[in-house]
């Protein structure tokens, strides 16, 4: 038996790295967002609400894309469905050149919706590979190290872009000063030569995307099958035969990732226009998206190790929820930029939150994996109502108080990991 577990667990390193480099790319294209917002700010003369119409664009495009996307993987099967995926994802990278050209808002929109569609397409194939290359008692674990490419990414994102955009440390700062004292000609010159400097990088992604397509299509990555991914054990049989929408858990699981992607996209889209509204320079506030990227890091290596050999992925998701109710409640007291800390600490929670939720809610849907994986992924749209209503409570008051949506949704998480997670299972663990 020993033999046989070692023998699967070199099978799966290949698979492994192929689906890690993938979620790299997902940290990179994702997370690159809490720049994008500041600099739209600026660029396109936006409110915080209308500045995070970005988190909003690219995460409605989950929920609508979803089905489909699970539709697409039944016709061209996973590994195609990813090489499709990055296509998609270069076409909304070069959506931005016509967009940046003629710094119309709608457009980078428009492109950001095109760039999370091909994303949701390979989150779909992606995920559900991750939990089923080995036992799903340690799926979080596995989706821990994928977490870890993610966030990684993510933390480089910013830092790699704002290298490209601005010539100095202090240009965005300066920038905003002289445009106060600008005739609306000069200001329109300045912002118009910002917005021309996203072609160049987002050119290079949108090329870099397809190459890593043609590498997926000619890589020897197998191919997964509904029928028998995720089989459930055979005190669980009855589960499978029921109809999609009947999976209890899999529906709060669902609710749980909306919660989940809410709370961690806004800690880290939010961060950067929340420092500045401490007090903060944008040369100073630019690197605490990077920050919490980085604190999740930490959490997600202590995920890889400790999950289930120390704690169960069920523990683990309530102790993070637990986490993400103080830091929030420290953020809403604590007064200055010493409150912006707290945001970046929410990382720490909220980094266990998807790899605990995803395996929890898919267990037991053998050939309804793909379905079940679709229906979570419709929960990513969380990324975008949370922003978008964060961004409206800004605008009406402050944008430390807006952090109190934070406390409901992360209610919603510590419920499922207590009694959710097993609500209709025939066997709940």
């Not at 600026?42 to 409605?60: R, S």
């Not at 990813?82 to 428009?110: K, Q, W």
């Not at 028998?228 to 669902?254: D, V």
Request: glycine residues 8%.
């Amino acid at each position: 038996m020993e033999k046989i577990r070692k023998t699967s667990s070199s099978k799966s390193v290949g698979p492994m790295i192929i689906i890690g480099s993938l979620f790299f790319v997902f940290g990179f294209v994702t997370w690159v967002n809490s720049l994008l917002i500041p600099y739209f700010k600026l660029t396109c003369a936006l409110t915080v609400k209308e500045a995070m119409l970005v988190a909003f664009a690219f995460y409605i495009s989950y929920f609508v894309m979803a089905f489909p996307s699970s539709f697409i993987l039944e016709k061209t099967g996973y590994k195609n469905g990813m090489m499709l995926g990055l296509f998609v994802m270069a076409a909304g990278a070069m959506i931005f050149i016509p967009a940046a050209t003629t710094r119309a808002y709608s457009i980078f929109l428009f492109g950001l919706f095109i760039e999370a569609a091909g994303l949701t397409l390979l989150q779909t194939a992606a995920n559900p590979y991750i939990t089923i290359l080995g036992p799903i008692e340690s799926a979080a674990s596995r989706i821990s190290i994928m977490g870890v490419c993610n966030k990684v990414a993510g933390a480089i994102a910013p830092l790699l872009l704002v290298g490209a955009l601005i010539k100095n440390p202090d240009e965005i700062d300066q920038v905003k000063a002289q445009l106060l004292t600008m005739t609306p000609r000069q200001q329109t010159v300045i912002l118009d030569d910002l917005s021309s400097r996203l072609i160049m990088p987002y050119s290079v992604i949108g090329v870099v995307l397809i190459g890593l397509g043609l590498l997926i299509k000619l890589s020897r990555l197998p191919d997964i099958n509904d029928e028998t991914a995720n089989t459930a054990s055979s005190s669980e049989a009855g589960l499978q035969t029921k109809k999609l929408f009947q999976h209890k858990h899999l529906l709060l699981g669902a609710v749980a990732i909306f919660c989940a992607v809410g709370v961690e996209v806004l800690a880290v889209d939010s961060i950067i226009n929340y420092a500045q509204y401490t007090g903060l320079s944008f040369r100073d506030a630019k690197y605490f998206a990077t920050w919490t990227l980085l604190i999740m890091v930490i959490s997600y290596c202590i995920g890889i190790f400790a999950i289930p050999k120390i704690i169960k992925q069920k523990n683990a998701l309530m102790l993070s929820a637990i986490i993400g109710i103080l830091f929030t409640i420290l953020t809403l007291l604590i007064k200055g930029p010493a409150s912006v800390w707290f945001v970046a600490l929410l990382g720490l929670g909220n980094a266990l939150l998807w790899p605990a939720i995803w395996p929890l809610s898919l267990e037991g849907l053998g050939k309804l994996t793909s379905k079940g994986s679709a229906l979570l992924i419709m929960g990513v749209v969380g990324g975008g109502i949370s922003p978008l209503l964060y961004g409206a409570i800004s605008d009406a008051a402050n944008p430390q108080i807006a952090y109190g949506i934070l406390i409901p949704l992360y209610l919603f998480i510590l419920y499922f990991s207590i009694s959710g997670y097993k609500t209709g299972k025939l066997n709940p663990g």
